[in-house]
């Protein structure tokens, strides 16, 4: 059985001051290879060469990854303000008509980190620029030194730091098989007003919200704060959570006839 083929979105950068680049931080590449059982292809995030119909008629599911840059804030009424750049707005464009469309069309579909981010702002929800501002959240960012350095050790950086309350009976505790989970924590922005049919699954113990599902959507449409893309060969919660993408994206390569028959 040939191997079902996701699209992982790429993220505009510059190299040596000079060269414009897109880029996937392999950890997302190899979680979609060695755990969803998938051929991962990276694409731009750059409507402009990105046809979202061709695309999908090629890939079997689509990965909207984490980023450095933030969600622009005038996709969600809101001003922007340099203290929360770097921005991406080629990805923004691509990545909020991709998420409906892919829930549309009822292709799979995983957010983690900005791409969580992006499916609430896909359908209509809002973000806070800096969730540790609001009164009682804690600093999702990531660890630092005292210098104000990002800490050298990943293992530091991508530690689990808090916990996250799963939605009793929701996707996730199904999934999981529990309804308290531990995740890392790696960012600014979160979820402040809720997209229309987006759904909560999950909430850290400050509140943020962490885990969401698309309501009605026919197709996996699941997305997570966390970087669950860091540590899913060993993580047990990140683990399932990619293999459950992987089922998906077999199911959508099954024919209609063979995966009627396979409902029963």
């Not at 996937?24 to 119909?53: H, K």
Request: aromatic share 6%; proline share 7%; charged share 20%.
């Amino acid at each position: 059985m040939k191997r079902p083929v996701v699209g992982v979105i790429g993220n505009s950068s510059l190299v040596d001051n000079r060269f414009n680049v897109q880029l996937v931080g392999e950890r997302n590449l190899r979680a979609v290879a060695e755990v969803a059982g998938a051929l991962p292809l990276m694409f731009a995030g750059m409507p402009e060469i990105t046809d979202i119909g061709a695309l999908l008629d090629v890939v079997d599911g689509v990965l909207l990854t984490g980023a450095r840059a933030n969600v622009h804030p005038t996709h969600f009424r809101t001003e922007p303000n340099p203290r929360h750049e770097p921005y991406d707005q080629p990805r923004d464009a691509m990545a909020l008509a991709l998420a409906e469309a892919c829930v549309a069309r009822g292709v799979p579909i995983f957010g983690i980190c900005r791409g969580f981010q992006e499916m609430n702002v896909a359908f209509g929800g809002s973000l806070h620029p800096e969730i540790r501002e609001l009164p009682g959240r804690m600093n999702h960012r990531m660890p630092r030194l005292e210098t104000g350095e990002v800490h050298p050790d990943p293992a530091v950086v991508f530690a689990d730091r808090h916990d996250v309350a799963l939605v009793p009976g929701g996707v996730f505790a199904t999934l999981l098989g529990r309804e308290t989970i531990r995740v890392n924590s790696l960012h600014g922005q979160g979820i402040l007003d809720l997209g229309e049919r987006v759904v909560v699954e999950g909430v850290a113990e400050d509140g943020t919200i962490e885990a969401i599902r698309i309501a009605d959507a026919p197709g996996f449409a699941l997305g997570v704060q966390w970087h669950a893309e860091y540590d899913p060969q060993r993580n047990p919660v990140n683990r399932t959570l990619f293999e459950a993408f992987g089922a998906a994206l077999q199911g959508q390569r099954a024919p209609a006839g063979a995966a009627a028959s396979a409902r029963g």
